[in-house]
Structures are given as structure tokens and as C-alpha cells.
């Protein structure tokens, strides 16, 4: 069974970072787009940001600049690193996997101004 086990989230002032991490358990990873969605109250899950098997990377142009997805092989791992982080990123946090379309179970992240 493919799992995805989000952490990192949590609270921080405006103008902080954050970093967070998404293992994944299952079939070949390596191969594998994977990408971070995140979900405000009242909003639409939008995607932040994703990353092929091949290390292309894309953006939602809000976070651009901002944010950097990443991942380690060797680990099984996604990560995101958020920097200069903002009150409208306040969310939650999803993990994707798109070869078995698989979610995360999601992870706070709440920006204080």
C-alpha cells in the first residue's frame, strides 16, 4: 500500500521559513512526479508546486522565487522548503504522488502577521 507521511508544518511568524518533508513507501519512487497542494479555508486545493522523476521543477507563480521543492531519492523524500512565507500561504499542506494519484494525509501551515 502507498503511503505518503507529510511533516514540517507548524507556525511562524511572517517573514519566516519552513521546511517540509514528505516520505513516501511503495513502489519506485525515483520515477515518480510528485508534488505539493495546499488548501486554504474556503479555497479550492491548489497546486504550489511539483517535480519530476527527472529533477524539472514547477510553480504556482505565488510562491515562485519563495518556495523550493526538492527531493532525495536515496530517501524516498519530497521536501519544500518555504521561505519569506506570508499570511495568504497559511494552509494546508498536501503531498502527491502521481503515479498511483495518492495524497498525504496534509499538514498545518499557519503564517502570523
Known amino acids: 500500500q502507498v503511503q505518503l507521511v507529510e511533516s514540517g508544518g507548524g507556525l511562524v511568524q511572517a517573514g519566516g521559513s519552513l521546511r517540509l518533508s514528505c516520505a513516501a513507501s511503495?513502489?519506485?519512487?525515483?520515477?515518480?512526479?510528485m508534488a505539493w497542494y495546499r488548501q486554504a479555508p474556503g479555497k479550492q486545493r491548489e497546486l504550489v508546486a511539483g517535480?519530476?522523476?527527472?529533477?524539472?521543477?514547477n510553480y504556482v507563480d505565488s510562491v515562485r522565487g519563495r518556495f523550493t521543492i526538492s527531493r532525495d531519492n536515496a530517501k524516498n523524500t519530497v521536501y519544500l522548503q518555504m521561505n519569506t512565507l506570508k499570511p495568504e500561504d497559511t494552509a494546508v499542506y498536501y503531498c502527491?504522488?502521481?503515479?498511483?494519484?495518492?495524497w498525504g494525509q496534509g499538514t498545518q501551515v499557519t503564517v502570523s502577521s
Open positions: 502527491y504522488r502521481g503515479s498511483t494519484a495518492s
Open positions: 517535480v519530476t522523476g527527472g529533477g524539472y521543477t
Open positions: 511503495g513502489t519506485i519512487f525515483s520515477r515518480d512526479y
